[in-house]
């Protein structure tokens, strides 16, 4: 069955470094998302991705984050001076069509600890 | 602003039914989805509801009543691999956009 894999699966970073998180989405779907949720707490929307540019996009995705799909596969969140308080699981999402019913399809997460 | 409000924990017993509510105020809507979260795993789906009334798929139901802004996801026959975080998610706009999650109710299954 197809899935969303992410790349890597924990990684620890000291604050103020730059760090790329990495998704390969479902190959045949065209909207793209990164989600984060900190430890015990609820899932947050970061942004959104369709047809090669940010369609919506949180207060938390400031700055500081960006996204980029390099080529035809993979979809990146860097986030560009980590602070401690990014620290959180971050998961990629796809779905395959723009319709409301439409469900994302979660990746593994990856999970970033600001030290 | 967006509010979702779900139990943080729940307990079941094996072989039981367990219903798990799900009360929403948000600035629009276009559907009410549920996920499956085990610890520290990927959110799965499991259901999408837009119009009121049931939706049953195999042992896990969902209903939604958009008047009362209120959803429930009824699981039957618990096994011990339902124990798991349950997500109660509404998408405010129309088309592929965002979803807003509440903070997960946290299913025990006991023997």
């Known amino acids: 069955e197809p899935e969303v894999t992410q790349t890597p699966s924990h990684q620890v970073t000291q604050m103020g470094q730059e760090v790329i998180l990495r998704c390969v989405p479902i190959s045949n779907h065209l909207y793209f998302y990164w989600y984060r949720q900190i430890l015990g707490q609820k899932v947050e929307f970061l942004v959104s991705?369709?047809?090669?540019?940010?369609?919506?996009k949180s207060e938390i995705f400031d700055d500081q984050f960006s996204v980029e799909r390099p080529d035809g596969s993979n979809f990146t969140l860097k986030i560009r001076s980590t602070k401690l308080e990014d620290s959180a699981m971050y998961f990629c999402?796809?779905?395959?069509?723009?319709?409301?019913?439409?469900?994302?399809?979660f990746g593994q997460g990856t999970r970033l600890t600001v030290v | 602003g967006q509010n979702i409000d779900q139990p943080t924990e729940m307990t079941a017993t094996e072989g039981a039914i367990v219903q798990i509510n799900c009360t929403y105020q948000t600035s629009g809507f276009n559907g009410l989805f549920w996920y499956q979260q085990h610890a520290g795993e990927a959110p799965t789906f499991l259901s999408y509801n837009v119009l009121d009334g049931l939706e049953e798929k195999g042992r896990f139901s969902s209903f939604l009543s958009r008047s009362k802004g209120y959803s429930y996801l009824l699981l039957k026959e618990l096994q011990m691999k339902d124990s798991a975080s349950y997500l109660c998610?509404?998408?405010?706009?129309?088309?592929?956009?965002?979803?807003?999650f509440g903070k997960g109710t946290r299913l025990s299954v006991i023997a």
């Open positions: 991705f369709y047809n090669n540019e940010i369609s919506e």
């Open positions: 999402a796809s779905s395959a069509s723009g319709r409301s019913g439409t469900e994302a399809f």
């Open positions: 998610a509404v998408r405010p706009s129309p088309g592929n956009t965002p979803l807003v």
